[in-house]
């Protein structure tokens, strides 16, 4: 196991430790004063499999427990994620951004993919962009999920969908021709056979690239008027439409409805799926939308703004890699630049390969992509998914060096829900990405590894969102026996520098210029302190997995 010894320094703030244990006072720091999005700790979750608050709601629409394994719905809900929001489970992990899986009501029925009936219950099969599945829970819900983690300096980034619809059932009605083709379906082989197609058979393709006036679909009406609500959101339409001048064509309905959540809920983000299968001038029309409702947010809620960011939004261009920088290429060398079409982030699709490089020459590159060909914009990286079969460590053999290293490398970090926890990823008679998508594993939280696990990642975490250097600074090698490097971040009147030593081998650490002739410092993972003498520090017991140390 690879050990590291972090040294940091943070200019604006002056912190405590509390107790040996390493954990410090989070109280008396005003944490939206040092969010910064390019440092987001990102945590990721399947709203269905991470905690069950409601049992009434497991079995909306008659759906059954007949599926395959791994492919009913199994009780998580919204309440779930507000329930370890209130007893503190994301700040003692440092986490500042939820992203949980779309929660926009689903298919009712079923498919049989060959491997059992398959549900909606991971949320990427719409069928109304106005309700909140009731398995998941009400708007209500997802309101007071929203307000409970802003209230501990938490975004919320929701899913969301405009490239396809749910597929169809007997229970569930095809949107019309006029939104929606089914076929032919995608070979990915062109930039235009991976957008005016559907992607999997059986998966209506929203016509994204239509300005086409249409009506809206009469199963929907049909619902709404059972609801009580079709005049309102009819009228809600008129509206949109009048002040917008767009055509009615089925993007700008849907841009309409998610855009609504944002005006109503205040969230601060959208992670897009299936970014690279439309035409990438939609997503410009999404943030023009969307950023425009959260400045109304903010200005009828004053109270309840975090800071002066505007609306953030990340792609899910599927195989993007860091290195492609500003410009995607499709398989035909066509390229496209997505972050000059709304995106601030892209998800990093590299990142579970490069973690095997060496520590130097990942974050050598990061920092330079990052603060060369892609200033101003970021990456959103993970090792761990709820769709990648190619995960890093899907064993979880290398779950401390995983935390180390995503916690540690340049860009944003993305949590997987139970990557702290060692949630298995490889699940018996489990086919595909149902491997991947388990219910999150609360009972192995008695057990002391996985304690012990989850500790280290809290530490890591918190370490990282109060250092916004650490994702969001310019890296700078330093040695390379024992790898030593800094990290500086420097942003109107805020400096936040960190140094970091990795592979520590017994030696003296200069910190000169980092800490004062005879400063203690305190390691912020084990609570130990040391002294600087004659600008060095020198650790005699190093027997912890990571070494974190601040001015005392």
Same mark, same amino acid.
């Given at each position: 196991?690879? &050990?590291?010894?972090?040294i940091?320094?943070?200019?604006?703030?002056v912190?405590?430790?509390t107790?040996?244990?390493?954990?410090l006072?989070?109280?008396?720091?005003? %944490?939206?004063?040092t969010?910064?999005?390019?440092n987001?700790n990102?945590? =990721?979750l399947?709203?269905?499999?991470f905690n069950?608050?409601?049992?009434?709601?497991?079995?909306?629409?008659?759906r059954?427990?007949?599926?395959?394994?791994? &492919?009913?719905?199994q009780?998580?809900?919204?309440?779930?994620?507000?329930q370890?929001v209130?007893?503190g489970?994301?700040d003692?992990?440092?986490?500042?951004?939820?992203?949980f899986s779309?929660?926009?009501?689903q298919?009712?029925?079923?498919?049989?993919?060959?491997?059992?009936?398959?549900?909606?219950?991971?949320g990427y099969?719409p069928?109304?962009?106005?309700?909140?599945?009731?398995?998941?829970?009400t708007?209500?819900?997802?309101?007071?999920l929203?307000?409970?983690?802003?209230?501990r300096?938490?975004?919320?980034?929701? @899913?969301?969908i405009?490239?396809?619809?749910?597929?169809?059932?007997?229970?569930d009605?095809?949107w019309p021709?006029?939104?929606?083709?089914t076929? *032919?379906?995608?070979?990915y082989?062109?930039?235009?056979?991976?957008?005016?197609?559907?992607?999997?058979?059986?998966?209506?393709?929203?016509k994204?690239?239509?300005?086409?006036? /249409?009506e809206?679909p009469?199963f929907l009406?049909?619902?709404?008027? &059972?609801e009580?609500?079709?005049?309102?959101?009819?009228?809600?339409?008129?509206?949109?439409?009048k002040r917008?001048?767009?055509?009615?064509?089925?993007?700008f309905?849907?841009i309409?409805?998610?855009?609504?959540?944002?005006?109503?809920?205040g969230?601060?983000?959208?992670?897009v799926?299936?970014a690279k299968?439309?035409?990438?001038?939609?997503?410009a029309e999404?943030?023009?939308?969307?950023?425009?409702?959260?400045l109304?947010?903010k200005?009828?809620?004053?109270?309840e703004v975090l800071?002066?960011?505007?609306?953030f939004?990340?792609?899910?261009?599927?195989?993007y890699?860091?290195?492609?920088?500003?410009?995607f290429?499709?398989d035909?060398?066509?390229?496209v630049?997505?972050?000059?079409?709304?995106?601030?982030?892209?998800?990093?699709?590299?990142?579970?390969?490069?973690?095997?490089?060496s520590?130097?020459k990942?974050?050598?590159?990061?920092?330079d992509m990052?603060?060369?060909?892609?200033?101003?914009?970021?990456?959103?990286?993970?090792?761990?998914s709820?769709?990648d079969?190619?995960?890093?460590?899907?064993?979880?053999?290398?779950?401390?060096?995983s935390?180390?290293m995503?916690?540690?490398?340049p860009?944003?970090?993305?949590i997987?829900?139970g990557?702290?926890?060692? &949630?298995?990823?490889?699940?018996p008679?489990? /086919?595909?990405?149902?491997?991947?998508?388990?219910f999150?594993?609360w009972?192995?939280?008695e057990?002391?590894?996985?304690?012990?696990?989850?500790?280290?990642?809290q530490?890591?975490?918190?370490?990282r969102?109060?250092?916004?250097?650490?994702?969001?600074?310019v890296?700078?090698?330093l040695?390379e026996? *024992?790898f030593?490097?800094?990290r500086?971040?420097?942003?109107?009147g805020?400096?936040?520098q /960190?140094?970091?030593?990795? @592979?520590?081998?017994?030696?003296?650490?200069p910190?000169s210029?980092?800490?004062?002739?005879?400063?203690?410092v305190?390691?912020?993972?084990?609570?130990?302190?040391c002294? %600087?003498?004659?600008?060095?520090?020198? =650790?005699?017991?190093?027997?912890?997995?990571?070494?974190?140390?601040?001015?005392?």
């Amino acid at each position: 196991m690879k &050990r590291i010894v972090a040294i940091t320094w943070l200019s604006l703030f002056v912190f405590s430790c509390t107790n040996q244990s390493g954990f410090l006072n989070e109280t008396s720091r005003m %944490v939206k004063n040092t969010f910064v999005w390019e440092n987001a700790n990102v945590y =990721f979750l399947l709203t269905d499999r991470f905690n069950n608050a409601d049992t009434t709601n497991d079995f909306s629409f008659d759906r059954k427990q007949d599926g395959g394994k791994l &492919r009913n719905f199994q009780g998580g809900d919204l309440e779930g994620i507000t329930q370890k929001v209130q007893q503190g489970y994301f700040d003692e992990l440092g986490v500042n951004v939820l992203w949980f899986s779309p929660v926009m009501e689903q298919i009712h029925g079923f498919v049989d993919e060959g491997t059992g009936n398959t549900y909606a219950y991971h949320g990427y099969w719409p069928r109304d962009w106005t309700s909140i599945d009731p398995n998941w829970g009400t708007k209500k819900d997802l309101k007071k999920l929203v307000k409970e983690a802003h209230q501990r300096g938490i975004r919320v980034m929701l @899913d969301v969908i405009i490239n396809h619809t749910g597929p169809v059932t007997p229970e569930d009605s095809q949107w019309p021709d006029t939104w929606v083709r089914t076929g *032919p379906q995608c070979d990915y082989k062109t930039k235009e056979s991976t957008i005016s197609c559907t992607l999997v058979a059986n998966l209506p393709d929203v016509k994204t690239e239509s300005n086409e006036e /249409v009506e809206l679909p009469d199963f929907l009406i049909e619902k709404w008027k &059972r609801e009580g609500r079709y005049e309102q959101e009819v009228e809600e339409l008129d509206e949109f439409f009048k002040r917008t001048n767009y055509p009615r064509a089925p993007r700008f309905y849907i841009i309409k409805w998610l855009s609504d959540l944002v005006r109503e809920l205040g969230v601060d983000g959208f992670r897009v799926d299936t970014a690279k299968h439309t035409e990438a001038s939609i997503w410009a029309e999404l943030y023009r939308e969307a950023n425009a409702a959260f400045l109304a947010w903010k200005e009828e809620n004053p109270a309840e703004v975090l800071d002066d960011n505007e609306f953030f939004m990340v792609g899910e261009v599927y195989n993007y890699a860091i290195g492609h920088g500003m410009d995607f290429p499709y398989d035909d060398g066509q390229t496209v630049n997505f972050f000059d079409n709304g995106f601030n982030s892209l998800i990093n699709f590299s990142m579970k390969y490069d973690v095997t490089q060496s520590p130097q020459k990942v974050f050598e590159r990061y920092s330079d992509m990052l603060n060369g060909t892609l200033k101003g914009k970021t990456v959103l990286n993970y090792l761990a998914s709820h769709d990648d079969s190619g995960s890093f460590d899907r064993e979880r053999n290398e779950a401390y060096w995983s935390a180390t290293m995503l916690m540690l490398t340049p860009g944003q970090a993305q949590i997987y829900y139970g990557d702290e926890t060692g &949630r298995k990823l490889v699940v018996p008679d489990a /086919v595909g990405d149902a491997q991947l998508r388990s219910f999150m594993n609360w009972d192995d939280l008695e057990n002391d590894s996985t304690q012990a696990l989850l500790e280290h990642w809290q530490l890591l975490g918190r370490f990282r969102k109060r250092h916004p250097a650490i994702g969001a600074g310019v890296h700078q090698t330093l040695l390379e026996n *024992p790898f030593s490097f800094s990290r500086t971040y420097v942003k109107g009147g805020m400096k936040d520098q /960190v140094l970091v030593v990795m @592979d520590y081998n017994g030696q003296s650490i200069p910190a000169s210029g980092i800490f004062e002739e005879g400063e203690k410092v305190i390691d912020y993972y084990s609570g130990k302190n040391c002294t %600087v003498k004659d600008g060095q520090l020198l =650790f005699e017991d190093h027997s912890a997995k990571v070494i974190l140390l601040e001015a005392e």
